[in-house]
């Protein structure tokens, strides 16, 4: 059974193959430090949940734990939630990620811009993979109303929605989609390097 000493003395280098290593008795001990004050545990446990994920899917029977995340008091516990959840729709047989969509979507009006961006990053992996859902996700980004928030953020946020639409967009694409692509590159919010960035993805 993993120690919290043992845990927080893994190196970042190192947090992958730790979580190849991982027993699955020691799946129940992480989440459960995901809830505890300290910073560096919570983040050392996400960490580790999170490089585990993408391998194995003895992290997906605890989805309701972090569904309820989503919905947390705490920033830090949504996005600790809504980047969980994403890792584990890879593994998502039962899916739960179709009852889901609507809370998860919820976040992109998060008062906290941080937790909106990692909402939006995070739908970038869950669109490949759950197709039937790309046509709301596409929707709720291209109303995304990014003059509501501050303007240091807004370049940042676009390019993450725009690589959302444009990986959506090799399976399906939408009148709204395209006028919002080509809104973004006739606007000013993004600098020509970005714009050219995008014509060339729009090219692939």
């Not at 370049?155 to 639409?165: E, F, R």
């Not at 990986?167 to 709204?176: G, L, M, P, S, V």
Request: hydrophobic share 40%.
């Amino acid at each position: 059974m993993i120690t919290l000493e043992r845990m927080m003395s893994i190196p970042k280098s190192d947090l992958q193959e730790e979580s190849k290593a991982l027993n699955k008795d020691d799946i129940p001990q992480l989440i459960e430090w995901l809830s505890l004050k300290d910073d560096k545990i919570r983040y050392q446990a996400f960490l580790l949940l999170q490089n585990r994920s993408k391998l194995f899917n003895d992290v997906y029977p605890f989805w309701d734990t972090f569904r309820e995340k989503l919905k947390n008091n705490h920033s830090y516990q949504r996005s600790i939630g809504l980047m969980l959840v994403a890792e584990n729709v890879r593994w998502d047989s039962q899916n739960r990620m179709e009852d889901t969509i609507d809370e998860y979507l919820a976040l992109l009006k998060d008062e906290k811009p941080i937790t909106i961006r990692q909402c939006i990053q995070s739908l970038g992996k869950v669109a490949p993979l759950k197709p039937n859902l790309n046509r709301k996700i596409a929707d709720r980004l291209v109303s995304f109303d990014l003059m509501a928030i501050k303007d240091t953020m807004r370049k940042p946020l676009l390019l993450d929605i725009l690589n959302v639409l444009l990986a959506i967009r090799k399976e399906q694409q939408t009148d709204e989609a395209e006028n919002f692509i080509l809104k973004a590159l006739t606007g000013e919010i993004l600098d020509k390097k970005s714009k050219k960035q995008i014509e060339f993805d729009l090219q692939r």
